[in-house]
Each structure stands twice: as C-alpha cells, then as structure tokens.
C-alpha cells in the first residue's frame, strides 16, 4: 500500500499554514485542510499527475490546492510532500535557499 511522507519542512509549512487561518478564517482552514487531504490522496494513486519542477530539483513535482503548491516526490513508499508553499512565493529563491 503506497503512503503519503509529510517531510518536517512540508509539516512546518503545515503548521504556519493552520496558524495564518487560525488568526484569520477557520472555515477557510478547513477548507484548505479537506482540500489538502484530498489531494494527498489523488496524489498517492495518480504520482504523476503534478507539473514538473525539475528546473528547481530534479525530481520535484507540484500541485496546485486553494492559494497553495504541494510540492512533492515520488519515492518507493509513495509520495512524500517536500514543502507546502503560497503559490505566490518565489520558489527560485525558496530552493536556492535550502542549497546554502
């Protein structure tokens, strides 16, 4: 059975995502949350349905959910979710940052 790995980078994306709607929306947290699992879901049965982000690592790949990108690999086990980011973030910058 194929799982889904929340890597500890994609899981403090996770908590400061919950945090901002915390403050902010509940119903919109919630929203985000059931929207997240889902696609974790998809995700597990369909590895390769997510672009390519292969010009920031080479096996990376990525999926939209809300205002959000899953960033994801797939590994033996499954996928595993390497970060969750604002789909408006430079992820250049994100990625060249984790290098250093």
Excluded: H
């Excluded at 889904?4 to 980078?9: M, N, R, V």
């Amino acid at each position: 059975m194929k799982i889904c790995i929340i890597s500890p980078a994609a899981s403090k994306d996770l908590n400061e995502i919950a945090d901002y709607f915390a403050s902010r929306n509940l119903d919109a947290g919630d929203r985000f949350v059931i929207a997240f699992e889902r696609k974790c879901k998809y995700l597990i049965q369909f590895p390769n349905m997510g672009r390519s982000y292969s010009d920031l690592e080479e096996s990376l790949r990525g999926v939209p959910v809300e205002n959000y990108i899953i960033l994801y690999r797939i590994v033996e086990q499954g996928v595993e979710i390497v970060r969750v980011v604002s789909g408006y973030r430079d992820l250049e910058e994100l990625f060249s940052d984790s290098e250093d």
